[in-house]
């Protein structure tokens, strides 16, 4: 049912970006469940990447290559028909399997907007220069996004533990983002 999707390697720069929440039709498009809003990246690639669920059945083994005839949104989701499925049976056969685009794939990002994924691992300082940690997480938390960062601090007894630091990710406290430095400037304080 799955021959005529072909096996590929996950690109190095992969990001997984939604879920087949199952077939959409009877002449084998996905319903797709992004995990961003803007689910723009699924929209700006034509070759996604297909693997299996992290748990239950396995249709599937490694990493397959989806060739993409034509993707749109469609209540709240993504729907979108793929070249070699062509049938229900088959669109189902693929539910809770993982879908990745290569981050090159991307729209590119106004100035000032980034990626989450861009963002997490860089290293966060604040105007002095003290490093207050790296990023490990954003969370959207409704008006505004948060840096969630694990930061190292020296215990009573000289070890030392990691902390977790959150900072708002809003103009207010972030001064600027250096990607290619792979830092963020903050106005905030260690003690805050």
């Known amino acids: 049912m799955l021959q005529a999707l072909d096996p590929a390697p996950l690109p190095d720069d992969a990001i997984e970006i939604a879920r087949i929440a199952g077939a959409w039709g009877v002449k084998g498009w996905l319903k797709i469940q992004p995990y961003s809003a803007q689910p723009e990246a699924l929209f700006s690639s034509k070759r996604w990447y297909l693997q299996p669920p992290e748990k239950g059945p396995q249709p599937f083994a490694g990493t397959l290559l989806l060739r993409v005839r034509e993707a749109r949104e469609h209540g709240g989701g993504v729907v979108a028909s793929i070249d070699g499925i062509d049938d229900k049976d088959a669109a189902d056969a693929l539910k809770a399997s993982r879908l990745f685009v290569s981050r090159t794939s991307f729209p590119t990002a ?48 000289g070890a030392t533990k990691t902390v977790e630091r959150m900072i708002p990710f809003v103009s207010a406290f972030v001064d600027g983002v250096d990607l290619p430095a792979r830092r963020i400037t903050v106005d905030w304080q260690p003690d805050y």
């Open 110 to 157: 106004d100035q000032d907007e980034y990626y989450w994924v861009d963002l997490i691992g860089l290293d966060v300082v604040n105007r002095e220069g003290v490093a207050l940690g790296t990023v490990r997480e954003l969370l959207a938390t409704g008006p505004q996004t948060v840096l969630v960062l694990d930061a190292s601090e020296a215990t009573a007894d």
